[in-house]
């Protein structure tokens, strides 16, 4: 009765989000505020009916209910509560339905906190969200139903959800990293709005910009996450491979990180306005072309969800029903939305800020060609192209040399212009800071002779140092030091934490590629191997039940001279798919991860084991947690409060 409940209230959902496209659309049109009015609770209504589902179907899994052909598939009674809660999203029918629950909790966020906007551009914005709410949930209902029953014969047990995802990184990973995507249609209906009003000024920006910048911090903790996921659970040590199902995810967050620095500029000068809207429209365009990516079935990946062509040619077919209908919309009335600021000088943050986009955008290009081009080539040339991470790592850093080079100028500029004398003389400290914190470094941590590795090193601490010397200078004009930091808004803060985070997360880069050490060894028990200053012993190995796996686990003791410490990779074996899987054992530290696969048993009692030393990895994933701080931190500004004039809350409208 649960499971029916489920789909009907979804069905309901599909009603209501129809009706929330439509007559809210309608009302403002001709000015009817019933119509207008009747957005809000529409929008509250639609969550709630869509949250009821997806708690039906957690219901089911909890339940056990097998009678549902999706957790019969995807559970089974010996999981544990918690990744039964998560195997709810672990294949593509419940996943898609925590993506409508994501997309109709932005929608209900926009309706609950977006009180002192005009009642009739708020019904403009959530109509937006409804007629892409009624897409995804027709495709839910119609091709990707959760709640489809095997009855009247039914199987007393499930499949096992795959062993792959069996782990907490499932728990955490996609719901952040679907907030993120589903989080820029907020600034997408935000840009149709405006092109269906015609207006589009510094309070529409100043609207915009929270909203992007909280899917763009949940996006980069969902990126990061999957990133640290994949490090630790696939057993090769990696993190990041330039998947294209990786590549899905990164496209978006480079549009994201274009279209905030757009919005500053729109905000504050009233420039880049067309350009704006048109990033809005890209970015989320972009995040339909990854939910394509990732379901249809076009690219072999181990991220992907789906393999049906059917849902496939929903998916293209409504990623070109909004893209070109967006497009459309901004070819014939992205001309009423014109600038009103003028560029006054080259050197000056809007042209930085313009640089920025330039360059966003063409790294943006580099991974939407290497993704897109085999594809394009099997369908149009029928030849097998295959572009992979050689192509990556050469050009995507050309591109991003430039861009952390002009991090560490732009925020020191003024807007409309800027003293060329001054900016060499405040470049002059920064050159010193950059110095002391190379010599600094290599004192502490002595490395090869490497140039490629030293220029990013370089570059990160350029960054550095840029935000350091920002953050005196701003603060250096009030009565004490400590007086004048507190003084910096939370958007500064959160700028330079954002900026911050790149710098660390290139230094982690860096020093993750070209420092760390691997090794495939044979081991008997009681077997000792040195690589460079660790000795590590193989004990023996220990089996060992766990709730639905049988596991063989490796026993090593691990010294450097100074530390001993003990590390336990597993195989595993789960009795419902029989499948075996690999658990690496990770011993994290600041400076470097020391990270050990068991690999296949041989003979004489000896395993082939495969160890790695990860110098800095940890810093990739610091970096990315600061980003994601910063863009937290950026939007509590009281200025994005919205506590606008009525006169400009009004000419917005």
């Not at 709810?88 to 932005?106: D, F, P, Q, R, Y």
């Not at 040590?237 to 899905?248: C, I, L, M, S, Y």
């Not at 696969?597 to 084991?609: F, I, K, Y």
Request: net charge positive; charged share 15%; hydrophobic share 55%.
């Amino acid at each position: 009765m649960i499971i029916e409940l489920g789909f009907f209230s979804l069905v309901f959902a599909l009603m209501v989000a129809l009706f929330l496209f439509v007559l809210p659309m309608i009302g403002s049109m001709y000015a009817q505020s019933s119509l207008i009015r009747f957005a809000r609770p529409a929008a509250l209504v639609l969550f709630v009916l869509v949250l009821g589902s997806f708690l039906a179907l957690v219901y089911g899994f909890l339940t056990d209910d097998f009678t549902v052909r999706y957790i019969y598939m995807h559970s089974n009674s010996r999981l544990p509560d918690p990744l039964k809660v998560s195997a709810v999203w672990g294949a593509h029918e419940g996943s898609m339905l925590l993506w409508i629950l994501m997309l109709t909790m932005w929608t209900a966020a926009v309706a609950i906190f977006s009180r002192r906007l005009p009642d009739v551009a708020v019904a403009r914005v959530l109509s937006v969200m409804g007629f892409i709410t009624s897409g995804f949930i027709a495709f839910a209902v119609f091709t990707s139903n959760p709640f489809e029953r095997v009855l009247p014969y039914f199987p007393v047990d499930g499949n096992e959800l795959n062993p792959l995802l069996q782990d907490f990184g499932l728990i955490v990973h996609p719901p952040m990293l679907y907030m993120g995507y589903v989080g820029f249609s907020v600034a997408f209906a935000f840009a149709i709005a405006a092109l269906l009003s015609g207006e589009l000024d510094s309070t529409w920006a100043r609207w915009s910009r929270p909203w992007t910048t909280a899917a763009w911090a949940f996006l980069t903790v969902g990126i990061a996450l999957g990133s640290w996921w994949a490090y630790y659970e696939l057993g090769w040590g990696g993190w990041w491979f330039w998947d294209p199902v990786e590549n899905a995810s990164f496209m978006p967050w480079l549009a994201g990180t274009a279209l905030i620095h757009s919005l500053a500029v729109s905000e504050k000068r009233g420039t880049f306005k067309t350009w704006t809207v048109f990033l809005a429209l890209a970015t989320f365009s972009l995040s339909l072309l990854g939910a394509f990516l990732v379901r249809s079935g076009v690219i072999t990946s181990v991220h992907s969800f789906a393999q049906d062509p059917v849902r496939g040619l929903y998916l293209l077919i409504f990623l070109g029903i909004v893209v070109s209908a967006s497009l459309l919309l901004f070819i014939f009335r992205g001309g009423v939305v014109k600038s009103t600021g003028n560029f006054e000088a080259p050197l000056s943050r809007e042209f930085m800020l313009l640089s920025n986009n330039i360059l966003l955008c063409l790294a943006l290009l580099v991974v939407f060609l290497g993704t897109l081009f085999p594809l394009f080539m099997e369908a149009f040339a029928d030849q097998s192209v295959s572009v992979g991470p050689p192509f990556y790592n050469l050009v995507f850093p050309i591109v991003m040399a430039p861009l952390l080079i002009l991090m560490a100028i732009g925020p020191l500029l003024h807007w409309k212009k800027y003293s060329a004398g001054k900016l060499i003389k405040q470049l002059r400290w920064i050159f010193l800071i950059v110095i002391i914190l190379a010599i600094g470094f290599y004192a502490l941590y002595i490395p090869n002779e490497t140039k490629a590795v030293w220029i990013g090193l370089l570059l990160s601490f350029w960054v550095i140092s840029g935000l350091l010397y920002d953050i005196m200078d701003k603060a250096k004009n009030s009565r004490s030091l400590v007086t004048g930091l507190r003084k910096l808004k939370p958007s500064f803060w959160g700028m330079q934490l954002a900026h911050l985070g790149i710098a660390v997360s290139t230094i982690g880069i860096m020093m993750v590629t070209f420092f760390s050490e691997e090794t495939l060894v044979r081991l008997k028990p009681d077997e000792s191997f040195r690589m460079g200053q660790y000795e590590f012993t193989f004990r023996g190995i220990r089996n060992l039940e766990g709730p639905n796996y049988l596991a063989t686990r490796g026993i090593f003791e691990v010294t450097d001279g100074h530390e001993n410490f003990a590390l336990f990779p597993e195989k595993r074996q789960y009795l419902a798919s029989r499948q075996v899987m690999t658990e690496a054992a990770i011993d994290p530290a600041l400076m470097r991860d020391v990270y050990i696969s068991l690999g296949e048993p041989l003979d004489n009692q000896a395993w082939s084991v495969r160890i790695y030393v990860k110098s800095f990895v940890r810093w990739i994933w610091l970096g990315a947690i600061f980003m994601a701080l910063g863009g937290f931190l950026a939007i509590s500004d009281k200025r994005y409060r919205l506590k606008a004039r009525r006169k400009e809350a009004l000419a917005a409208a």
